[in-house]
């Protein structure tokens, strides 16, 4: 029904950036709210940001607040988590989530979200 892909992961260095990428595709174009949410070996899956629908308002967990920006394309329903300053406690496989309920803000539980994709892996060395 919602095909969710997400892109971007990769090798970094502590200190370094990565830019993730997703997109929600359907039959047909509808805008979502969406987040990231992101699992390290051993730990249990946490949020890491959030959009509304409209793009307008974002949410972001502590630990990452001031070094990461989520970001909204509607032409393309993709959203991007501008990744800065990365540390190695950030590696992890990042999930991207879909919220098909129209209108919907983005939220840091899993429970409101519908689809997810396979995720992508980041890694940051020390």
């Known amino acids: 029904q919602v095909h969710v892909t997400e892109s971007g992961g990769g090798l970094v260095q502590a200190g370094g950036s990565l830019r993730l990428s997703c997109t929600a595709s359907a039959p047909t174009f509808n805008t979502y709210a969406m987040g990231w949410f992101r699992q390290a070996p051993g730990k249990d899956r946490e949020f890491v940001a959030a959009?509304?629908?409209?793009?307008?308002?974002?949410e972001y967990s502590d630990s990452v607040r001031g070094r990461f920006t989520i970001s909204r394309d509607a032409a393309e329903n993709t959203i991007h988590l501008q990744m800065n300053v990365l540390k190695p406690e950030d590696t992890a496989v990042y999930y991207c989530?879909?919220?098909?309920?129209?209108?919907?803000?983005?939220?840091?539980?899993?429970?409101?979200?519908?689809?997810w994709g396979q995720g992508t892996q980041v890694t940051v060395s020390s």
């Open positions: 989530a879909v919220n098909i309920m129209a209108y919907a803000q983005g939220s840091p539980n899993e429970g409101a979200y519908d689809y």
């Open positions: 959009i509304g629908w409209s793009g307008r308002t974002t």
